[in-house]
């Protein structure tokens, strides 16, 4: 008598109740490892039954309300032309009037900022207004002095006070 057992289909329970397990990558049959799980009936593999329990009330149906729309994003334009490369480029003096104008409005909402009556002093000199720009780099030198001496670290202040003194003297030399 030979000492073969014989082949069951995988995963199935022989007669003594061993599940035969052989793994589809070995091909000898000498290599393969069996494992025997006893099992003493088949309702110990079955879920326990539960307890009598309450009956579960439905969960109340919560109607869904209307989706949130976002509101639309209306983008006027602006009220006043911007200036865009080609207008700089090929018009600098309309360019020119149209940034003395942004400046003049920055001034009126910040009167008390020095930078803005630098910049539209220096905006003068280029169009040769040394009136103009005297004025402006007096009044943003005043604001300027004023911030170094009440600022600990004043250095925005005090460049724009270098800025003003050079553009004073830039404008008293033209005229």
Do not use: C
């Not at 799980?37 to 009598?52: G, K, N, S, V």
């Not at 309450?54 to 009220?79: D, F, L, N, R, S």
């Not at 149209?98 to 539209?120: C, F, H, K, T, W």
Request: aromatic share 6%; proline share 10%.
């Amino acid at each position: 008598m030979t000492d073969e057992t014989p082949q069951q289909p995988e995963g199935e329970v022989d007669g003594d109740e061993t599940l035969l397990f052989r793994p589809p990558f070995i091909e000898d049959e000498d290599e393969v490892e069996t494992e025997t799980l006893p099992f003493e009936d088949e309702t110990a593999l079955m879920a326990e039954p539960r307890a009598e329990t309450a009956p579960v009330a439905a969960a109340p149906v919560i109607e869904p309300e209307a989706e949130w729309v976002a509101p639309p994003i209306t983008v006027e334009p602006p009220a006043e032309p911007a200036i865009d490369f080609w207008t700089l480029l090929l018009r600098p003096k309309h360019a020119a009037a149209l940034r003395i104008d942004g400046l003049g409005q920055a001034i009126e909402r910040s009167p008390n900022v020095p930078a803005n009556y630098v910049l539209r002093g220096e905006l003068y000199l280029t169009l040769k207004r040394y009136a103009d720009a005297e004025m402006d780099f007096r009044r943003a030198l005043d604001l300027a002095a004023a911030q170094v001496e009440s600022q600990d670290w004043g250095v925005v202040a005090q460049v724009m006070q270098d800025r003003a003194l050079a553009g004073l003297k830039q404008s008293r030399a033209r005229r």
